[in-house]
Each structure stands twice: as structure tokens, then as C-alpha cells.
């Protein structure tokens, strides 16, 4: 019997089972996590784990999906006002990694890690190909703005997994900035630019 998303106890259980695995992932780490543990953990019988989930990870996709969707959320809401400082999305992407780093950490080095940074990738490629489409005219485009997009969507994700790897050495607000201005300036030519003056932000003493 298929079972209907959109019924609010479908919708309670699946988040019951989500916080719980969520939990025992702070708590143990993925790898000892049993199916009875997320049960017991969700207050739940393990046959309710079977109705909503094929198994382990499943649940693991599901919790990177609403994290990625609950960030592109946050992320589509930036103001067409703030998207003229070009790195308000990192900043909103950077203050919920300083959140929920340990999160982020511990999804990012399990099996799902990859489809995080690949949806990641993709969430920000599309946002910087808009910012570059609404700002840079297509004759002046040495290279498709796709390319571009895909390449900083790249180092940005990758920039930001150094920065929970060691520990935030750096604010949330600095680590915007600073990819944002690394990603233009190495993207400079791309966008014609031949020669780049933007001052990097100041490095925090």
C-alpha cells in the first residue's frame, strides 16, 4: 500500500525518524547506526522504519535533501537588493554551515557525501550563471556562462568543505566575501575582463 506524502502523520513520522538518525549521527557516527537504533532513538517500531524507508540509506538521502531544500530556500530569498553585494547567497550558505557544521561535516564524509557537494554544486551554479547573465553582456562573455558558473560553484563548495574540515578558522562573514571575490577574480577573464582591480576584503586580525 503506497502511502501518501502530504498526510501530516506521514509527514510527523518521517520527521520523527529524520531527527532521530540526525542524532545518532552526532552521537555514533553512520557507519554503527542500525536500523533498531534509529527506531528506538524515534520512539518508533521497526516496522515503521520499513513503511516509510527501504533502508539506512535511504533516510540518509532524505536528510540531505531537506537540508539542501531548507538552504536553497534561504538562499532564494536573498533580495534583488542584496544579490548587488554578489556575496550575500555565501554569506546565508556560511552562517548555516557555522550553525550546523558538525552536520554538515558528518553528511558531507558519509556514503551521501557526494550527492551533497553535487547538489551544493548545482544549487550555486545555477544562482551565480543568473548574477553573471544579469550582469555581464553575452557579447563580453569569453567563455559560456555555464562553464563559469559550474567552475566557482565548484571552488565555492570546495572552499567551504576546507573551512568545516579545519575547524572555522575564519567568520562566516570573511569566508563570503572572500570566496565571492576569489570566484570573480579567477573568473575575470572569462567574463572579459583583461585586467582585475577589486581589492580582496581585509584578512581578519
Known amino acids: 500500500m503506497s502511502i501518501n506524502q ?14 532521530a538518525f540526525l542524532r545518532l549521527l552526532l552521537e555514533k557516527g553512520y557507519d554503527v547506526i542500525s536500523i ?14 520499513y513503511r516509510h524507508y527501504k533502508n539506512k540509506e535511504e533516510l540518509l538521502i532524505d536528510c540531505i ?11 532564494k530569498q536573498v533580495s534583488k537588493e542584496d544579490y548587488q553585494q554578489g556575496y550575500s547567497p ?7 554551515l557555522h550553525e550546523d557544521g558538525k552536520i554538515y561535516r558528518l553528511l558531507s564524509t558519509s556514503r551521501g557525501g557526494q550527492f551533497l ?7 550555486f551554479a545555477e544562482r551565480i550563471q543568473i548574477f553573471i ?5 553575452a557579447e563580453q562573455l569569453q567563455v559560456p556562462s555555464e562553464i563559469i558558473a559550474h567552475h566557482m560553484a ?9 573551512w568545516i574540515e579545519n575547524d572555522q578558522p575564519y567568520s562566516p562573514e570573511y569566508m563570503a566575501q572572500i570566496s565571492f571575490w576569489l ?10 575582463v583583461e585586467e582585475f582591480f577589486l581589492d580582496p576584503p581585509p584578512i581578519p586580525k
Open 6 to 19: 502530504n498526510d501530516l502523520r506521514v509527514i510527523k513520522t518521517r520527521q520523527g525518524l529524520r531527527d
Open 36 to 49: 533498531q537504533d534509529i527506531a528506538t532513538e524515534a520512539q518508533a517500531a521497526r516496522v515503521t522504519f
Open 65 to 75: 535533501d531537506m537540508i539542501y531544500e531548507e538552504l536553497a530556500g534561504h538562499i
Open 90 to 96: 555565501m554569506l546565508v550558505f556560511y552562517r548555516q
Open 117 to 123: 557537494v553535487n547538489r551544493l554544486i548545482k544549487l
Open 133 to 137: 547573465e544579469g550582469r555581464v553582456p
Open 154 to 162: 565548484s571552488a565555492f563548495v570546495g572552499l567551504a568543505n576546507w
Open 183 to 192: 570566484g570573480l577574480a579567477g573568473g575575470a577573464r572569462g567574463f572579459g
